[in-house]
C-alpha cells in the first residue's frame, strides 16, 4: 500500500514539478522525432500549396521582381519577402521543388527545432511537464509541417525563437527574429500589442524605440529587390488588407451561414471586438508590471521613467508574462479573425496549452478542451459542428486566461506604489 502511494505521489511530481522538465523534455522531443520519421514514411504527402510555390518562385528565380507578375496555380504571389528567401533556398535544395521526399526531410528537422524552441519558451515559463506531453500529440500540427509543407511553418519557428530571445533578455536579436516572422506570413502582425507591450515596459524607452526601428529595418532590407521595382504592388500583396475570404474553406465561422460570414458587418464587428479585447487586456492585465494605465504607459516614452523605476518595472517583465502576453495577444487575433485556414493551427497547437494552464483551469479540464480543439481542426471539410468548437476553445483561452491571471496581477505591487510604501517608511 505504501509503495502504492509513493509511486502516486511520484507520478503526480513527475507531471506538475517543472524541475522535471530539463530531463524530461529532450525525451520527448526524441520520441517525437522517431513518430515524425515514421509519418514521412508512412503517410502519404497531400499537395496544397507546395507547387504553386515552386512556380512562384521559378519567376523569381528567372529575374522577376514585380511582385504584380509572380504568379502559380493557385493564384498570385501574396506573402513577403522573406517567405520569397526560404522559398527560393528550399527550391534550389530540392530540384526546383521535384524532390518531395528531400523537402519533408527539411521541414521535419524544422518541426523539430520548433519544437525545441517552444519547450525551451515553456521551460522559461515553469510550466509543468504534463504540458510537454500535450505538444507532441497533434495530428494537425504534424500534418500541417511534414505532409503539406505551408509556409507557416517557418513563421511559427521564428515567432517562438523571438519569444525565447525575449525570455532571455536579448531583445534586439528577439526583434530581428520577430521582424523576419512577419516577413514570411503577415499572420505574425497578430502578436505585435503583446511584443509592443512587452517592449515598453521590459526595456528603457529609447532601446524599446531601437527595436521597434530594426524590426522596420528588417521590412525594408527584405523588400528592397521588389520595392525597386514597383513598391505599391509589393504592400498590396504581401500586405494584403482587403482580401476576400472563400466561405467554403473556412474553419472557424462556417456556422454562422455564408450570407453573414462575406458582410461587411460582421468583418466590422469582429474587428471592433479585437479592438476592445485588446484594450482589456492592455488596461486590466498587461500593464501591471509598470503599474501604469495605457495612455501613461505611452507617454514614458517622451517622458521616461527613472532609471531605478525602470529596473524595478524589468524585474517583472518575467519569462511567464512574455509568453502570456505575447501568445494572448496572437490568441485574440485568431478568435477574431474572420476566416481560419487549417494550416493556422501551427500558432494555435503550441500555445493552446500553455494558456490553457494559465486559465488556472483543472488538469482534467485542460486536457478535455485541448482534445476537443485538436478534434475540431482534424474535422474535413469543417462543419457547423467543428467550427463552433473553434470558436468556443479560442474564446476559452481567451477568456481562461483573462479569469486565470487575475490574482497574478493582483500579486504585483506597480512600481508607484513601491515608491509610496518606501517614502512612507521614510516619513
Not at 515552386?54 to 506573402?79: C, F, H
Not at 517592449?199 to 528592397?224: D, F, Y
Not at 468583418?267 to 498587461?286: C, E, G, H, K, P
Amino acid at each position: 500500500m505504501e509503495r502504492t502511494i509513493s509511486l502516486y505521489n511520484y507520478s503526480i511530481d513527475l507531471a506538475t514539478n517543472s524541475r522535471h522538465n530539463s530531463w524530461l523534455s529532450p525525451l520527448l522531443l526524441v520520441a517525437d522525432g522517431l513518430l515524425t520519421g515514421f509519418i514521412v514514411k508512412k503517410v502519404p504527402y497531400t499537395e496544397i500549396d507546395w507547387v504553386a510555390y515552386m512556380q512562384q518562385i521559378a519567376l523569381y528565380g528567372s529575374g522577376e521582381r514585380d511582385y504584380a507578375n509572380i504568379k502559380g496555380q493557385t493564384g498570385p504571389l501574396v506573402y513577403p519577402a522573406g517567405h520569397v528567401m526560404i522559398y527560393d533556398a528550399l527550391y534550389r535544395i530540392t530540384d526546383e521543388g521535384s524532390n518531395i521526399f528531400r523537402a519533408q526531410c527539411i521541414f521535419t528537422l524544422v518541426y523539430l527545432a520548433a519544437l525545441s524552441v517552444v519547450m525551451a519558451c515553456y521551460r522559461k515559463a515553469k510550466a509543468p511537464p504534463y504540458l510537454f506531453a500535450l505538444l507532441i500529440c497533434s495530428k494537425r500540427l504534424h500534418s500541417i509541417f511534414v505532409l503539406r509543407l505551408f509556409n507557416d511553418c517557418f513563421a511559427v519557428l521564428s515567432l517562438f525563437s523571438a519569444i525565447y530571445f525575449y525570455q532571455t533578455g536579448l531583445f534586439a536579436f528577439g526583434s530581428l527574429v520577430f521582424s523576419f516572422a512577419v516577413s514570411i506570413k503577415m499572420s505574425i502582425l497578430l502578436a505585435v500589442p503583446g511584443v509592443g507591450i512587452t517592449l515598453l515596459q521590459a526595456l528603457p524607452p529609447q532601446r524599446a524605440i531601437n527595436s521597434a526601428m530594426l524590426m522596420a529595418q528588417v521590412q525594408v532590407l527584405l523588400a528592397v529587390p521588389f520595392v525597386r521595382v514597383n513598391t505599391s504592388s509589393y504592400v498590396a500583396r504581401a500586405f494584403q488588407l482587403t482580401r476576400q475570404f472563400m466561405f467554403k474553406w473556412t474553419v472557424n465561422w462556417r456556422f454562422v451561414g455564408e450570407e453573414r460570414f462575406l458582410s461587411r458587418d460582421f468583418a466590422m464587428a469582429l474587428l471592433a471586438i479585437q479592438a476592445v479585447l485588446l484594450l482589456l487586456f492592455a488596461s486590466t492585465r498587461w500593464t501591471k508590471p509598470s503599474g501604469l494605465s495605457v495612455p501613461n504607459l505611452i507617454r514614458t516614452i517622451v517622458k521616461p521613467q527613472s532609471q531605478k523605476m525602470q529596473q524595478q518595472i524589468s524585474h517583472k517583465v518575467t519569462p511567464d508574462f512574455i509568453l502570456t502576453c505575447i501568445l494572448t495577444s496572437l490568441m485574440i487575433g485568431l478568435l477574431c479573425a474572420r476566416s481560419l485556414h487549417y494550416q493556422f493551427y501551427a500558432y494555435i497547437g503550441w500555445s493552446t496549452p500553455f494558456l490553457l494552464w494559465k486559465s488556472k483551469m483543472p488538469s482534467y479540464l485542460l486536457c478535455i478542451v485541448w482534445a476537443a480543439q485538436e478534434w475540431a481542426w482534424n474535422v474535413y471539410p469543417s462543419t457547423d459542428v467543428s467550427s463552433m468548437a473553434v470558436v468556443g476553445c479560442l474564446a476559452i483561452q481567451v477568456f481562461g486566461v483573462w479569469w486565470g491571471t487575475e490574482s497574478d496581477a493582483a500579486d504585483l505591487t506597480s512600481p508607484a506604489d513601491y515608491s509610496e510604501e518606501k517614502d512612507r517608511q521614510v516619513d
